[in-house]
Nanobody, 122 residues
Framework: QVQLVESGGGSVQAGGSLKLSCKARRATDRETYCMGWFRQTPGKEREGVATIDTFGTPDYADFVSGRFTISKDNAEDTLYLQMNSLKPEDTAMYYC???????????????WGQGTQVTVSS
């Protein structure tokens, strides 16, 4: 089973940028996964931000509105989320997720990282 470790969170002012990383450690090189970024704030359900399938096809939540880009480096087994034009409402714990078959913007993925906090101040 894959293990996921996120990094790159932090505090920025509105309009700023952050790049999140998620290092995946697979049990074997033959394993393939859909991967995604989700976020959650206290008292709210976890919501999908972006996913990328095994072919590299991305999908984004409507609220992203062209501000975020999901990508992956297959050689490094690392998933990224470049976030630009950040807003205070983007403040949340961001989670990386992976699943061998499921690939939608709902939090039904099999494997999750521990999360990295993003705080955007106005």
């Amino acid at each position: 089973q894959v293990q996921l470790v996120e990094s790159g969170g932090g505090s920025v002012q509105a309009g700023g940028s952050l790049k999140l990383s998620c290092k995946a450690r697979r049990a074997t090189d033959r394993e393939t996964y859909c991967m995604g970024w989700f976020r959650q704030t206290p008292g709210k359900e976890r919501e999908g931000v972006a996913t990328i399938d095994t072919f590299g096809t991305p999908d984004y939540a409507d609220f992203v509105s062209g501000r975020f880009t999901i990508s992956k480096d297959n050689a490094e087994d690392t998933l990224y989320l470049q976030m630009n034009s950040l807003k205070p409402e983007d403040t949340a714990m961001y989670y990386c997720a992976a699943d061998p078959s499921f690939c939608r913007l709902t939090p039904d993925f099999r494997t999750w990282g521990q999360g990295t906090q993003v705080t955007v101040s106005s």
